[in-house]
């Protein structure tokens, strides 16, 4: 299997969402919301209370093990502490099981879902290591595919349905310039599904990539499993 280096909290939901949301702006009062808005910007852990346990199934697919690395199915777990205001959360977190467990966090006095840190720096760190690249060109390419990318209406299942629900789908790579290097990943979809029905708001996270017929090269897909109080 290969390995990528430890998630540093330094690099965590602030810091990623930051670079994320740099140049993109605010779309909180329109209708149809920018995706900044309602994957960075909205308080997104405020209904949480102190022990909540919010729990994600994990699972990878890869289609080449020898490029992409091996398929494999995990958890990725969060609890919610108090932070030092009474708006922010200290979020701990198990980032996968056993043999694959990697550090990743806590962190300090956030109102987001630190989720969407850790699925994306997991991603770019596995590209990068695929491509043995520099992480930073691939965070670039998300952001600009985010940075002008509006919310879709949704349908929440398992959620209260009057709640609304929204889904964010961008394919950052798909004019890369490097694409005929990039074994088919310049077809990665990332899409992103949020409401204020769930706990922590995100209840999914899927990025794929698949060749011309449909069948699926690489995807990482997570998703809500429950909370434990």
Not at 153 to 162: E, L, M, R
Not at 207 to 223: H, K, M, N
Request: with cysteine; glycine share 6%; net charge negative.
């Amino acid at each position: 299997m290969r390995t990528f280096r430890p998630l540093s909290c330094a690099f965590g939901a602030t810091a990623f969402g930051l670079a994320l949301l740099a140049g993109a702006a605010s779309g909180a009062q329109e209708p149809q919301p920018d995706a900044a808005d309602i994957l960075f910007e909205r308080p997104q852990l405020q209904a949480l209370k102190l022990g909540d346990n919010l729990n994600y199934s994990y699972s990878f697919h890869s289609a080449d093990e020898k490029i992409f690395g091996p398929s494999f199915d995990d958890k990725i777990a969060l609890t919610i502490d108090k932070g030092d205001a009474p708006d922010k959360k200290r979020v701990d977190v198990e980032l996968f099981s056993a043999e694959r467990r990697r550090a990743a966090g806590p962190f300090d006095d956030i109102s987001g879902n630190p989720l969407l840190s850790l699925v994306l720096e997991e991603n770019l760190q596995r590209l990068a290591s695929i491509f043995q690249s520099n992480p930073r060109y691939m965070k670039t390419a998300i952001r600009m595919a985010l940075r002008n990318a509006k919310a879709s209406p949704d349908q929440a299942d398992g959620f209260d349905a009057a709640a609304p629900a929204w889904k964010v789908e961008v394919a950052p790579f798909v004019n890369d310039p490097n694409k005929a290097r990039m074994h088919g990943l310049d077809t990665l979809t990332y899409r992103f599904r949020v409401s204020a029905a769930a706990p922590g708001e995100i209840y999914e996270i899927d990025i794929a990539a698949r060749d011309p017929s449909g069948a699926v090269l690489f995807e990482e897909t997570v998703r809500y499993a429950g909370k434990k109080p």
